[in-house]
């Protein structure tokens, strides 16, 4: 099973990859995702079922998940951009274009840590994140 992480070189991509390598039941190849694949920590490229790849989650055409069968995609807090829930929008854009372009993800493990940062006035970028990932539920009818 192929399990790509994007961004990989945030703590938490690190503490998923480590979790992952080290747990005996996992049998898993690691696919690790950086703008900048030096950065890959030499305890994980040491090891022949971890591959460091370039890309970009702001960047959607750089994101190449062929093959992969799981993907953590981990969106983290922006303290650059003054529009935070466009941010959001959009590298979830990127993550699920590239998920369809692949055709082989079958599972998403989506983490955000976007507005992190900010002590109130976060839940509203959990609505439009998972609407980006999923589909819109059915829309259900009653007649009397």
Partial sequence: MLVT????????????????????DA?????????DTAKAP????TLSNFKAVQGDIADGASLNLDGSDVVVAITPPV???SDIVATARQR??????AIE???????????????AQFSSRVVRLVSPTRRCI?????????HG
């Fill in 42 to 45: 030499v305890e994980f490229t």
């Fill in 92 to 97: 979830s854009e990127n993550v699920k274009n």
């Fill in 79 to 81: 303290f650059d951009s």
């Fill in 134 to 142: 999923l589909p819109p539920p059915p829309l259900i009818g009653f």
């Fill in 27 to 35: 049998g898993v190849d690691i696919q690790a995702i950086y703008r």
């Fill in 101 to 115: 372009k692949a055709g082989t993800v079958k599972k998403l493990i989506l983490l955000s840590s976007i507005g």
């Fill in 5 to 24: 992480v994007a961004p990989a070189s945030t703590k938490t991509g690190t503490a998923v990859i480590r979790s992952l390598l080290t747990s005996p």
